[in-house]
């Protein structure tokens, strides 16, 4: 937790409040079970190994990631894993999106890019955090790896 503390303490002063939010946000609306550290660098939240033992990409040691918050250079980054592999829910963010944020949604598979901090949507990312359960993550985990495997 000492290496979380001192990465949001690093962030740029351009995104120092953003991110501060951000970071409330998500541990405000994060279901139960998930524990946040450092994984890639990042605060990750994560599926503790005592709950999903098989490790993120079958490695034991790593556990698998849900939730990431990044501070960049030129935006912050918000990872959410559970989009990738859940259309219903990236399709219902994206309408949502487009209904508090005027500009055009910046987005890779599972990263969220915010490049202007004054419009940042907060409640909508609260409201994506709290969507999937951890339950709910591993289980569309596991069916996400499985098909891919075929």
Known sequence: MEQVIEYVENVDEKWQ??????????????????????????PTYVVPLSVFPEGYLNRKDEPLPFISLAAQKNHLSLYHM????DTDLLHWFQEEYHKVVP???NMGKSCIRFTNPKIIPYELIGKLVSKISMEEWVANYRRYTAKNKK
Request: proline share 3%; glycine share 12%; hydrophobic share 40%.
């Open 17 to 42: 409040e953003s991110y501060r939010q951000l970071e409330k946000v998500i541990a405000e609306n994060i279901p139960q079970g998930f524990v946040l550290q450092m994984q890639y660098g990042m």
């Open 82 to 85: 559970g989009i990738m592999g």
């Open 103 to 105: 500009t055009k949604l």
